[in-house]
């Protein structure tokens, strides 16, 4: 049965994989009140944009959105328009100053209230506003009083078929908001205080999503490893753990000596989800904090042989003195020593990053050090960005921008020359090697060929991260996604053209993207299953393989 205009959503995602989960939350829990979602923007009687902040291209694409749909909505006044997450807490009223014609405004951190507002959106002609400005970091409480956004996380329920790898593949939120205050960052004004959620909570919700066919889960949080619930403080509400603001542990790599009893460490609920939920088959986490990742999260990691060794430990920059400016809080030795270990105690681990090129002073030499890094480091990918000034960051208001883009731009594409060199040898040592891949979907390719099959849009979720904006490196053309970070869009081997056959992707435990051919009867199962695939070919951003079974 069709829904009512007014209750056909068409709901658009910009952003990383928090968002993604925050656009997954709110679909489930506006299905559960009769909306009804539209991939078609025209027939939508409420359109709702799920954006992003941390660069200023990713809110020009939502700027471009809105002021293109204000003829729309004059022509026609019930038509909904809302903007959701990032862009609605940092900008806020001055947004509805620009843009009169939005009718509601929800913060990253006010999602539950996403119903409410959509009805009093509908019966007044004052905008609906849910922001949550910087009250969060106000209460100096260890547990918040009542969370209510927790209950957005608890109330997912979870419809297979119309979510990643055909309902396999799930995000489980562990930490919300982050504490770091690196300078150049919006997410601590847009996210709010670090929360971690409640252990018992999280296995709960990881145990469902296992029972209901998911076979990998990816643990989110901004510091994923500053994970730490101080049981002696947990506050109940309604029968409810509260999460809890996060305090946590500054040890180096020692081990937390409260881990394991009256707290609950990152090491701790990575060994409690991989022995309490033995069906789930793949576990992996982003992202990481270079500081502070005990070895105690490298021997879990060890130890459990279905935790996915693949960490992903953005390091910004080679340079000392810049990395101070960050206020990252580490140095480059620092960060090598974190390498090195990983190295030890994980042997074949695959490790990514992100670097910003072009931050406030940056000269010739801190560059060249970005670079004698990243050939150190080999890094299996690394997302590469221009250093984009946010306002209302410590860095916009006390550093000019003082780097000219036509710097930024030939630092960005040197350092992808020099990534593109060492993700295609890693790659190529794969050859004639047989790994064992989780089947995610269609190829691009494919999915391009073919929209008709994808169950996805085409265009992988989080795929390769070569940072190209907008142009062609290694004969590969790439687009920059809405996260700023790199999406190639025809890196993909293209298939060979036989009606009988398909072109699949997925991604290895190292998080390879690798593609085979698979008899097209047989595409539907596949997807979303672990197959062996054996490697013939190596590409810059892509294995090529075939079959093993
Ligand atoms: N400019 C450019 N890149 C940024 N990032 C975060 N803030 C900015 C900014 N202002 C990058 C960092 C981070 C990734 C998600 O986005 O590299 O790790
Ligand atoms: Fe932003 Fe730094 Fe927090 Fe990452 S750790 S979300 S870069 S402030």
Redesign the pocket.
Known sequence: MLAPRGKLVYLETFG?QMNELDSELVTSQLSALGYRFTPDADEAGVILYNTCS???QAEQKVWSRLGLLKSRKSRQPDLLLGVLGCMAERDGRDLLRKFPHVDLLCGPGELDKLPLLLRNASTTAEPAVALQGNTSRRSATLAAAEDSLERLDLSRSFSPGDQRAGGRSAYVRITRGCNKF?T????PFTRGAEMHRPPDTIVEECRMLVEQGVVEITLLGQTVNHYRFEHDAAVTVDGVTQPQKGRSFTGGHDRDPLGGGRVTTFADLLRRLHDEVPDLRRLRFV?SYPRDFGDDVLEAIRECPRICRYIHV?V?SGSNRILEAMNRGYTVEEYRDFIERIRACLPGAMIAS???VG?PGETEEDFEATVELMRWARFKNC?V??????PG?P?YDRLPDDVPDEVKRRRNNALLAVQGAISQEIHAAHIDRTVEVFVEGMSTVQARREPALASEPPHPRGAIGLTLNGRSLHGVEAEEDD???ACATAAEFVPESDANLVQLSGRTEGDLITVFQAPRARAQALIGSIVPVRIEEARTLTLKGVLAE
């Open positions: 990383c941390v660069r200023e690196c150049y960052c919006v997410v992202t953005p910004q992100d670097v910003i931050f997302f960005f221009k250093y984009s000034p946010r960051t860095a996260c700023g970070s």
